[in-house]
């Protein structure tokens, strides 16, 4: 039986060998496997753009570079996220033949995305604490910081450190039995195994995880009402932290706010809990030039300086928009310095996530409503009659935006609050809409009001 992500991998070893670096990078490398449906593969693409420009470049290639090694998949399928669900049911293990060219990777071993190195890790202040964290950890694993908890936003550089501690453990300490998981494929593994026919599943589940000298495992918040796994985790946590084995979690939240039982979430904060921030523009211009030195583009300050101006809380939207312009001038086949040339592909871009919605609309909603001026809003001013509406407007931007704006950021924009005061309003309003009909008419209208802009 053959995994559809070792299936997928093989197929990547081809493609990488048989497109351009850039179509790789950009777009191939972005598809994730759904699995296999009859005799098609199907591949999920992050966004429509990128469905469209794989399904009108490069769907040959990719059809044949899947052929060539599985000679039974007939056709490849891109698809996006809301057409999951119309999706029959796919298999994510098949027993299908493979040509000569397959490339027999233990299923044991793990691989760590080798781009995500300390080297290309840019140090600033949003991150310094979890930076060096990261590196005692990777040169002294086991024994002195356990386990390690790194939190922060969306796209700030979580799994890159796990993969950077990865690369090097790997690289100094190749004896170590060495693991990274996210926490949605724990979860479905544990699942796996308890549905399993075989005898041995959970046995064997069991073995593999407590065996370890390390443990990464992503996006821990994701055990959230998931008490079995949260059980079996747990059991696997102390098991390996009694032997003093390394555990490093990440999060898109500090454990207190997990929701999780009690005990885990005690376990998770023992040892030493570190937070990445949103980057400072400085920082923000240095991991642009860095990825820039890393992909061969050269850019200059000014473009990169604008994309770091746009974005600001998240990096991985920042490559994006860089990518975004390096595909566009190639498209055109002009040079990615003219800013002329920039605004076309970033007006773009623009267009692409109108469907976004931004602090700045909920927080105009919010001031047409109750008739309150933004700078008010937004200032300090403590009459009720400011304080209220600026509590629903957090509230709002939290239950909107979700993950993808960090607390910090909301009471930066908020005239500098502390991201506890941000936690207070939300979490104020969240419990009054449950209890008082005027506010949670007030919260609706606003809602209303923001989508049908
Ligand atoms: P998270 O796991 O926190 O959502 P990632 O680790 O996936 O974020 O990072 C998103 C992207 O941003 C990756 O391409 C990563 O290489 C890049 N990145 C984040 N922080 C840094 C940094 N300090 N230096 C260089 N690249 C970074
Ligand atoms: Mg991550």
Not at 3 to 29: H, S, V
Not at 31 to 40: A, E, H, K
Not at 242 to 259: F, G, M, T, Y
Request: charge should be negative; charged fraction near 25%.
């Amino acid at each position: 039986m053959l995994k559809i992500d070792q299936i997928w991998k093989n197929i990547l070893l081809e493609a990488e060998a048989k497109t351009t670096t850039l179509a790789y990078d950009l777009y191939i490398n972005s598809l994730s496997p759904v699995g296999i449906y009859r005799d098609r593969l199907i591949l999920l693409a992050e966004t429509r753009a990128i469905k469209n420009i794989v399904d009108n470049n490069y769907k040959e290639v990719l059809k044949k570079c899947t052929n060539t090694v599985f000679p039974s998949i007939a056709d490849v399928e891109i698809i996006i996220e809301e057409e999951l669900e119309n999706l029959g049911s796919v298999q994510r293990e098949v027993d299908i033949p493979v040509s000569p060219n397959y490339v027999n990777d233990t299923e044991d071993k793990v691989s760590f995305v080798s781009q995500y190195t300390f080297e290309n890790f840019v140090v600033g202040k949003s991150n310094e604490y979890a930076h060096a964290v990261a590196r005692a950890v990777a040169d002294n694993p086991g024994t002195k910081y356990n386990p390690v908890f790194i939190w922060g936003g969306v796209g700030l550089g979580k799994t890159h450190l796990m993969h950077a501690i990865g690369n090097s453990l790997q690289r100094n300490f190749p004896e170590k039995r060495i693991m990274y998981v996210t926490c949605d494929q724990f979860v479905n593994e544990f699942i796996e195994s308890i549905h399993s026919n075989e005898p041995n599943a959970t046995k064997n589940f069991r073995a593999k995880y407590r065996k370890l000298d390390v443990l990464m495992m992503d996006d821990v918040q994701f055990l959230a009402n998931k008490e079995g796994t949260q059980e079996e985790m747990f059991h696997t946590f102390n098991e390996l932290y009694l032997a003093d084995k390394q555990i490093i979690l990440s999060s898109d939240r500090p454990p207190k706010e997990i929701k999780i039982e009690e005990r885990l979430k005690t376990r998770f904060a023992t040892g030493v809990i570190a937070d990445i921030q949103p980057p400072n523009l400085e920082t923000r211009i240095a991991i642009l030039q860095k990825k820039c030195s890393n992909k061969g583009y050269s850019l200059n300050i000014k473009v990169l300086t604008l994309i770091a101006e746009k974005i600001t809380n998240n990096i991985r939207e920042m490559e994006g928009m860089l990518n975004r312009i390096i595909s566009y001038s190639t498209l055109v086949g002009g040079d990615p310095n003219d800013m002329n040339l920039v605004q076309d592909a970033l007006k773009d871009y623009a267009d692409a996530s109108s469907d976004i919605i931004t602090i700045d609309q909920v927080v105009k909603a919010t001031c047409e409503y109750f008739r309150v001026k933004r700078e008010d809003l937004i200032g300090k001013k403590k009459n009720k009659e400011i304080v209220v509406p600026r509590q629903i407007c957090i509230y709002l931007i939290c239950d909107i935006l979700g993950q993808s704006v960090p607390l910090a950021s909301i009471g930066e924009y908020f005239g500098g609050r502390d991201h506890t005061t941000v936690m207070h309003a939300r979490d104020k309003i969240s419990e009054e809409i449950k209890t008082s009909d005027v506010t949670a008419a007030q919260v609706k209208d606003i809602r209303d009001k923001i989508y049908n802009r």
